[in-house]
């Protein structure tokens, strides 16, 4: 009699794709990470054997880990990736340019249902699923990490993706007009500013322009850690680029705030690890620039997933949501 039912499978694939590495894992219905593992993105400038790659080490992860029959769909989270069309469009940080079919190509190597969606989308539906934004439905998520700053709006409980599927690029608004040269060939970018490779030119300005003795004069190498280890020790250049990085993300926060009037900004990736330095300087600046009507009234809030997990499990709330499709029923 149970051969007559229809039995549900309980797994999916959550891919992350980034500039510098590729994460993916085999995630059950609860959120639990089964298997995971990764492998060098850069080592693949053509997506075609990016993709090649992806699929084998995908198919490999599959079958260790339960088989076909387990597995129901696969969600990918990419820079400049549009859910509507399951295209990668015009990545600024990314080696393939141009319109890139991801979703589709991936889905002609794996035989099953497939859907993509930028990595700011991404991180949202994991914050929504297992993090900050749990029992939320107004808020929005913005990701500082690995050379750009992205974001995504929920409403009502659902992501507002605009017409085209680009809404929430507060990154590539304009903060300063003929300022600094952004990946997507316009100038004066808010990520120009306050992502991580905004804070090493702010860095680099404030050394080259300070009489002060200070530390990062003698790094090897400007990172967030490095540069936050400087503030640690009490150097005042350091602290002061970190000031300035911070005053322009909390107007950049302000500005988007009084547009959308959330009940919390959740704020992720890599620049979270500077802590107060950032912070500090970021909460004041959106204090005094919000509009005052919603001053007080909106939380931020950092978010409370592991850097390695975050990603992966967004993007395996989003294999739920795509239509069913199998080769292998």
């Known amino acids: 009699m149970t051969e007559d039912i229809d039995h549900i499978k309980t797994r999916v694939v959550g891919i992350d794709v980034r500039e510098g590495r590729t994460t993916y894992a085999v995630v059950s219905i609860r959120g639990e990470i089964i298997a995971q593992d990764h492998f060098r993105t850069s080592d693949y400038p053509e997506v075609t054997d990016f993709v090649k790659a992806l699929s084998e080490r995908v198919i490999a992860l599959i079958e260790e880990n339960g088989g076909y029959e387990s597995v129901r769909s696969v969600g990918i989270s990419a820079p400049s990736a549009n859910y509507l069309t399951g ?18 190509m991936l889905q002609d190597q794996l035989g099953m249902a497939v859907a993509l969606a930028n990595d700011a989308h991404i991180t949202a539906l994991g914050e929504k699923a297992y993090g900050s934004a749990h029992g939320m439905k ?123 009037n959330p009940e919390a900004i959740i704020l992720t990736g890599d620049m979270m690890v500077a802590g107060k330095w950032l912070l500090k300087p970021m909460r004041a600046a959106f204090d005094e620039h919000v509009f005052h009507n919603i001053r007080g009234k909106v939380r931020i809030l950092v978010s409370i997933l592991k850097e390695g997990e975050r990603d992966v499990l967004g993007a395996s709330a989003l294999a739920w949501d795509v239509k069913e499709y199998s080769l292998f029923k």
């Open 87 to 104: 295209c990668i469009e015009s990545a600024a940080n990314m080696p393939w340019k141009g319109v890139v079919p991801l979703a589709a």
């Open 138 to 260: 107004d808020f929005i998520v913005v990701s500082i990490s690995h050379g750009g700053l992205g974001s995504c709006i929920f409403t009502n409980g659902l992501p507002h993706l605009g017409v085209n599927g680009f809404a929430g690029e507060i990154g590539h608004t304009c903060v300063e007009v003929g300022g600094r040269l952004c990946g997507c060939g316009r100038r004066g970018c808010l990520e120009t500013y306050v992502s991580d490779k905004g804070l090493v030119h702010t860095v680099e300005e404030e050394i080259a322009k300070s009489n002060e003795p200070t530390l990062l004069s003698e790094l090897d190498d400007l990172t967030i850690n490095t540069i936050t280890d400087c503030c640690e020790k009490g150097d005042r250049v350091a602290i002061k680029a970190f000031h300035r990085v911070g005053s322009m993300l909390g107007i950049g926060l302000a500005n988007y705030a009084s547009v959308i």
